[in-house]
């Protein structure tokens, strides 16, 4: 995933920049970015990797030397970003959040029309901002370059463009990811994230709409290009990459996951001594569940967040997990001999589930009943590389499918997307067998909507589904 921030002012905006582009720390792991433009002294950028420190220790330094009435930052889980491009258009810099599917493709083409090279990162990859840049700069003007780039990318690219005539901000196609416009005196912002400009002294405007361009400059939005009547919003923004202060199409995420816990409830039969969350993102529905079902609310587990952000995580899946489980300490006292109702956003691969439960049992727990907050992961994200799952087998259904059926492609799978069919029970319950839990229940597909409270069409749910 990834996160971002930009800041038109009429004094400084370094400040604003810096602790905006901060409170995206969550949406992304790998690398962070600054860049500002001043009238005097042009485009300045500081890129560095924050993989083993946070965002404000690596660029506290730069906060002191940069300086500029205009700014982008990001937070990215990829590429290194934002990039300075200098084009027929002019010098601009650049960040973007989304997923290219058709990358070999769109360098083919731009090859065939006398694009020379492109720079590899150190996996070998095209970073996609540029991709991106290359893109928006066949065309005349960078409202056209836009638009042909949100045309052309097969998959979803949201994207901030900073120039000397302000911040130009572009809501993906399909609007999965959010957008978000507020203002205070003299100044005005864009962000991913809706929370991350209130205590900064902002008041929200608006959201972009999907497909929507704007232009942000220290008097305020202008709309370049209307947006579309069609919204695919990401419902896992709620469910787990959201930040629990945050609002996406009016919907808060905090009280979002309250109803997804009490929708679990009302369809439950358990009745365990307690119900608990896995840190952070299984908290809310947990106590959702507690408040609907009448059982206790407790914390077994607590993350030990001093030294342990979630920037702290390696990009190697099997230290991933052991860090994962190095964060959360037992509190034996609310385990030892409990039947204990654990939730958590979803299960993927379900390592990190298994190990979770064997640490409860290794505490003394009788009985963990799972229960993940969305529906059983079927298909690998398409548009926002919300997963590090690089092949479908990386998701436990798909292995047990395969164990079942013989094939991770079966005839017949959209019966494993339907909790009313006996493919779909069978497939949970090897799961739950083979991760040790006392019982397994997914949130229902019809349920999550509901608990987001948006019309259904205008949400994505491809990643249970299947369904674009």
């Not at 787990?240 to 439950?268: F, N, Q, T």
């Not at 840190?279 to 529905?285: K, L, R, T």
Request: charged share 25%; hydrophobic share 35%; aromatic share 10%.
């Amino acid at each position: 995933m990834g996160g971002f921030f930009g800041v038109a002012s009429k004094s400084d905006c370094i400040f604003d920049l810096f602790f905006g582009t901060d409170y995206h720390s969550h949406l992304g792991t790998r690398r962070a970015g600054m860049a500002v433009y001043d009238r005097e002294r042009g485009f300045d950028r500081a890129i560095h990797n924050i993989e083993n420190s946070p965002f404000r220790t690596k660029f506290d330094k730069d906060i002191t030397e940069m300086h500029g009435n205009l700014g982008i930052g990001s937070i990215s889980d990829f590429e290194p970003q934002p990039l300075i491009v200098r084009s027929h258009h002019g010098t601009y810099a650049i960040v973007t959040v989304g997923k290219i599917n058709n990358t070999d493709e769109i360098v083919k083409q731009l090859f065939a029309s006398g694009h020379s090279h492109f720079l590899e990162m150190s996996g070998g990859d095209i970073n996609a901002t540029e991709l991106t840049a290359a893109v928006i700069n066949q065309k005349d003007n960078l409202i056209e370059g836009i638009r042909y780039a949100q045309e052309t990318i097969d998959g979803s690219m949201t994207m901030l463009l900073l120039t000397p005539k302000g911040i130009y901000c572009a809501r993906d196609k399909l609007g999965r990811t959010p957008v978000s416009i507020a203002e205070k005196e003299g100044a005005f912002c864009v962000s991913f994230e809706s929370f991350a400009y209130l205590n900064l002294g902002y008041a929200p405007v608006r959201e972009l709409g999907p497909g929507e361009i704007a232009i942000v400059t220290p008097e305020g939005p202008k709309t370049l290009s209307s947006p579309g009547k069609e919204m695919k919003i990401c419902t896992f923004l709620w469910v787990y990459y959201g930040y629990p202060s945050s609002s996406y199409e009016g919907v808060g995420v905090e009280e979002m996951r309250y109803r997804c816990g009490a929708m679990l409830a009302k369809r439950d039969t358990a009745r365990p001594d307690t119900a608990a969350g896995v840190p952070d993102s299984g908290v809310a529905h947990a106590i959702g569940y507690a408040n609907e079902s009448g059982i206790p609310f407790s914390r077994p587990l607590i993350k030990y967040t001093p030294t342990w952000p979630r920037s702290f995580m390696p990009t190697i899946q099997s230290q991933r997990n052991l860090i994962a489980k190095m964060k959360l300490i037992p509190v034996k006292e609310l385990i030892h001999d409990k039947s204990l109702l654990l939730i958590d956003d979803s299960i993927v691969r379900g390592t990190q589930m298994r190990e979770t439960t064997e640490y409860l049992y290794q505490n003394g727990a009788k009985e963990v009943h799972v229960r993940p907050a969305c529906p059983p992961l079927l298909f690998g994200c398409k548009y926002l590389n919300f997963s590090r799952s690089t092949s479908l087998m990386d998701l436990i259904t798909r292995r047990v499918i395969k164990e079942m059926e013989g094939t991770i492609e079966p005839e017949n799978l959209e019966k494993y997307a339907d909790p009313e069919a006996q493919e779909y029970q069978d497939m949970v319950d090897a799961i739950c067998k083979k991760l040790d839990f006392t019982s397994l229940r997914y949130h229902r597909l019809d349920d999550l909507m509901e608990s987001v409270g948006i019309d259904r069409c205008k949400l994505c749910t491809y990643c249970w589904d299947g369904k674009e």
